[in-house]
């Protein structure tokens, strides 16, 4: 069984971005053109249609029924943000990586956070080829540091003052948050995160037309002769690689399963897989 999941969301009000619906759409043609996957087996979610109920009830849809020799693929591309809260008592006591549904409001009620993907993800079983992508970042308290290039958007939202405050007492009580990367570190999938914690992820334009600065490297280097028989730890030094040498800062992870890092992506059954060097 194969099966994607893809959300794009620029819609944001007030923090709007420009590639990540086409991130989502590149994906899908690329995976049904060079790994197999039918049109059957992809479920898009776009803008105002990707709240965190239709994110976390696709999800479910995703991982329902997963058996060893499956192939699924989760990618989200939009905003992520840096949260903090505090308990009954009002003392700062927990710090979440988020990413951010259309209906985001800086509650937990509209955020998909690090533990819950922790706890979706925990019951994939061993023997799936499960790749999670988020071009995305969690450092909206770094976002004053430097100025944007030109015509680049950051993936992440500037944290609310109040927000702000919770975060930076976490901080000197020594609380930090789980995170993706760390949260992805026992489970049976591959992560491709766009940056390091401490990075911001660029919306960019390549040719007039706007993408992820991950989304389109990643898909650039897999589109090679050699990007699919690549293993995932050599697809992302040469995504690095290339982002670095065309001026880009981040530094996308890869964490995870060393068995699926060590394989190609999505490599159950690649060799089906056709390669076309024109992609």
Same mark, same amino acid.
């Given at each position: 069984m194969n099966r994607a999941l893809l959300v794009g969301i620029n819609a944001y009000p007030g923090n709007e971005l420009r590639g990540c619906i086409n991130d989502i759409k590149d994906m899908a043609d690329f995976i049904v053109a060079k790994c197999s996957f039918s049109k059957a087996d992809i479920r898009l979610l776009t803008d105002e249609r990707a709240t965190k109920a239709a994110i976390v009830e696709r999800l479910g849809w995703l991982l329902s029924g997963l058996r060893s020799g499956d192939r699924i693929l989760f990618h989200y591309s939009g905003h992520g943000a840096l949260m903090s809260f505090r308990n009954p008592q009002g003392e700062?006591?927990?710090v979440h990586d988020a990413i951010c549904p259309i209906d985001f409001d800086w509650s937990e009620a509209h955020a998909i956070t690090d533990t819950d993907f922790n706890d979706l993800f925990d019951s994939v079983p061993q023997g799936v080829e499960f790749v999670w992508i988020s071009d995305s970042c969690h450092s909206g308290h770094l976002i004053t540091k430097e100025p944007p290039k030109m015509d680049i958007r950051r993936k992440t939202i500037v944290p609310p003052a109040d927000m702000e405050w919770r975060i930076q007492v976490a901080r000197e009580k020594g609380i930090h948050s789980l995170g993706f990367t760390r949260a992805s570190s026992k489970l049976n999938l591959a992560l491709i995160a766009g940056c390091k914690s401490d990075q911001t992820s660029a919306d960019a334009s390549f040719n007039g037309r706007a993408n992820g600065a991950l989304t389109f490297y990643l898909l650039k280097e897999l589109g090679t002769q050699v990007g699919l028989k690549e293993p995932l730890t050599k697809v992302i030094k040469d995504v690095q690689a290339s982002l670095g040498?065309?001026?880009?800062?981040?530094? +996308?992870?890869? %964490?995870?399963? +060393?068995?699926? %890092?060590?394989?190609?992506?999505?490599?159950?059954?690649?060799s089906a897989v056709q390669i076309n060097p024109l992609w």
């Open positions: 700062v006591d927990r040498k065309n001026g880009y800062d981040q530094v +996308p992870q890869l %964490e995870g399963s +060393p068995v699926i %890092e060590a394989r190609g992506f999505l490599a159950q059954n690649s």
